[in-house]
């Protein structure tokens, strides 16, 4: 069973993505700030992250540029969960090491597809 970090402060949100991954048949471990997701990814080395963007305090860019210089999360596979839609987000997200993204809303169909691809295709 796979096991999957979401970092994410929003319940609402966060609630959601835990049913759907639940429902999915993983294990879930969560974060509701990048600081405690860098903790949880460092002890737990799950499989997956899924890292929501705009986060208090530090944001999940910095936090994803973080787990990917660190040879103990590196190779973890990290989704990017963002409202951020807009012209050039994309390549923002790319560049700070997020292995791919998801959009908010979710849409759960799109949502389960990314993150089964992520785990199938480190």
Same mark, same amino acid.
């Given at each position: 069973?796979?096991?999957?970090?979401?970092?994410?402060? /929003?319940?609402? /949100?966060? @609630? *959601?993505?835990? *049913? %759907? %991954?639940?429902?999915?048949?993983? +294990?879930?471990? !969560?974060? =509701?700030?990048?600081?405690a997701g860098l903790t949880i990814a460092r002890e737990q080395q799950p499989d997956l992250i899924l890292m929501?963007?705009? *986060?208090?305090?530090?944001?999940?860019?910095?936090?994803?540029? %973080?787990?990917?210089?660190? #040879? +103990?999360?590196?190779? =973890? #596979?990290? =989704?990017?969960?963002?409202?951020?839609?807009?012209?050039?987000?994309?390549?923002? =997200?790319?560049?700070?090491?997020?292995?791919?993204?998801?959009? @908010? #809303?979710? /849409?759960? @169909?799109?949502?389960?597809? !990314?993150?089964?691809?992520? %785990? /199938?295709? #480190?």
């Open positions: 069973m796979p096991t999957i970090l979401v970092v994410e402060d /929003n319940p609402i /949100n966060m @609630k *959601l993505v835990v *049913l %759907l %991954l639940e429902t999915a048949s993983h +294990k879930v471990l !969560t974060a =509701i700030s990048a600081e929501d963007i705009q *986060l208090a305090g530090m944001d999940g860019l910095e936090a994803t540029e %973080l787990l990917k210089i660190d #040879p +103990k999360t590196s190779s =973890i #596979p990290v =989704i990017a969960l963002t409202a951020l839609a807009m012209k050039g987000d994309e390549e923002r =997200i790319m560049a700070a090491g997020c292995d791919g993204y998801i959009a @908010k #809303p979710i /849409n759960y @169909k799109e949502f389960l597809a !990314t993150v089964a691809s992520s %785990l /199938n295709h #480190p």
